[in-house]
C-alpha cells in the first residue's frame, strides 16, 4: 500500500467520524427541541394549582403563574428540571428541607429543592403568605396583577429592575388575568377553546366577502363571511355586525361559542339584547387601542362601553387607563386615553 493510500484512508476515516458526530448533535439538538416544555403547556398544567391557591390565599393565580413561567423559563430551567424549583426561592435561615446550590447573583448560592412542583407551588404560597415583607401586599385584591407585581419587585422578591414589567407583560400576552375571575380555570379554558373554534372557522369557511358596502367605519377591514355574516377586525380583534333578531346565544351558536363567553367578549351582562348593527366581538378584546392614535374625544351619546366596542378594547382596561371609578361613565368632551 503507498503512502498516498494511507493518506486517503486516514482522511476518510476522520471524515466518517467527523459526519457521524454532526449527525449525532443535530439528532441531540432535535431530541432537546422537542422535549422543551411551551408557556402554553406550563400553564395548561399548572394553572389549576395557581387557582386553588388563589382562593385559599388570594394571591392572584395569573401573578403565581406568571412567576413561575419566569423564574423557571416554563419548567426548563436547570433549577427546576433538578430540583422542581419553580420560583426561584433560596433557603433562608428558616429552611429545613433538602438544599441545591446554583449560580444566581452570587456563585454557588443556596436554593430550596422539592420533591414535587407541587410542593414547589404550595412552599411559593406559603413563602408569601408568611413573609412579613410581602404583607402589603395582600391589600391589594386578587384580580389586581399590576400592583401586585408592582408590589414584588418593590419588596424585593427579584433584583432585575423590570421584573414587575416582565410579569406583567406574560399576563397580558397570554391573559393569564382571566385565571384570577370567579371560576377562573373553567373561564380561562373556555376562552381558549372560543379562540381556537375561531380560528378553525375562519380558516375553513373563509371565502370572498359578500358586500364591501358596511365598511363606513375607518377602522373596519372586512376579512371574511360565514353563515351571512361579513368578518371585520378592529383593534387586531374579529367582530360582526348583528342582524334583525340576532342575540348572543344565535350568534354563539353560529360562531361555535358559547352565549357566556361571548357576553365576556363583549362586556354585557346576561340581560343585555342586541339591536341590528351592533358590534359583536367574537374573540377578546385587547387590553389598549394598538393604533397609533393616543387619545379620543368623547363626542355626543359615546359611553365608555361604546367606545370599548368601537376600538375593540376591553372597557374594564378602558376605565383603568383612564382611572375612571367604578359605575362612572364618559362625559361629552372628555379626553380618553386608548393606550
Request: charged letters at 25%; glycine letters at 6%; aromatic letters at 10%.
Amino acid at each position: 500500500m503507498t503512502r498516498n493510500e494511507d493518506k486517503t484512508k486516514i482522511m476518510n476515516f476522520f471524515q466518517k467520524a467527523i459526519c457521524t458526530l454532526l449527525l449525532s448533535l443535530c439528532v441531540a439538538a432535535v431530541v432537546v427541541a422537542q422535549s422543551r416544555q411551551t408557556r402554553e403547556e406550563y400553564i395548561e398544567r399548572y394553572k389549576h394549582i395557581a387557582v386553588a391557591h388563589m382562593e385559599r390565599y388570594g394571591i392572584p393565580a395569573s401573578i403565581t403563574m406568571a412567576q413561575g413561567i419566569l423564574e423557571s423559563d416554563s419548567g426548563n430551567s436547570r433549577l427546576s428540571k433538578e430540583s422542581n424549583n419553580h420560583f426561584g426561592i433560596k433557603c433562608k435561615k428558616s429552611w429545613k428541607g433538602d438544599r441545591v446550590y446554583h449560580d444566581d447573583d452570587a456563585k454557588g448560592e443556596c436554593f430550596r429543592a422539592y420533591p414535587s412542583v407541587e410542593a414547589s407551588y404550595a412552599d411559593h404560597a406559603e413563602f408569601l403568605d408568611s413573609s412579613p415583607r410581602y404583607d402589603s401586599l395582600f391589600a391589594y385584591p386578587s384580580n389586581d396583577y399590576r400592583s401586585w407585581a408592582r408590589g414584588l419587585k418593590a419588596a424585593g422578591y427579584a433584583t432585575a429592575p423590570d421584573y414587575a414589567e416582565r410579569l406583567v407583560a406574560i399576563i397580558e400576552r397570554y391573559k393569564l388575568n382571566m385565571l384570577d375571575q370567579e371560576d377562573g380555570d373553567r373561564v380561562y379554558s373556555s376562552s381558549q377553546t372560543a379562540q381556537e373554534n375561531a380560528e378553525k372557522w375562519f380558516e375553513r369557511y373563509s371565502t370572498t366577502p359578500e358586500s364591501q358596502s358596511a365598511q363606513v367605519d375607518p377602522f373596519r377591514v372586512t376579512l371574511s363571511s360565514h353563515k351571512g355574516y361579513n368578518v371585520y377586525r378592529t383593534n387586531h380583534t374579529c367582530y360582526v355586525l348583528a342582524k334583525e333578531g340576532d342575540t348572543y346565544a344565535t350568534l354563539g351558536a353560529a360562531f361555535h361559542i358559547s352565549e357566556r363567553t361571548l357576553r365576556k367578549f363583549n362586556d354585557v351582562d346576561k340581560g343585555a339584547s342586541l339591536a341590528k348593527g351592533d358590534i359583536v366581538y367574537i374573540e377578546r378584546k385587547k387590553s389598549h387601542w394598538e393604533g397609533n392614535a393616543m387619545l379620543h374625544i368623547v363626542r355626543r351619546d359615546e359611553t365608555l362601553h361604546s367606545l370599548s366596542q368601537a376600538f375593540g378594547i376591553r372597557e374594564r382596561s378602558l376605565a383603568r387607563l383612564n382611572s375612571l371609578a367604578r359605575g362612572r361613565d364618559v362625559i361629552h368632551g372628555q379626553t380618553i386615553k386608548l393606550r
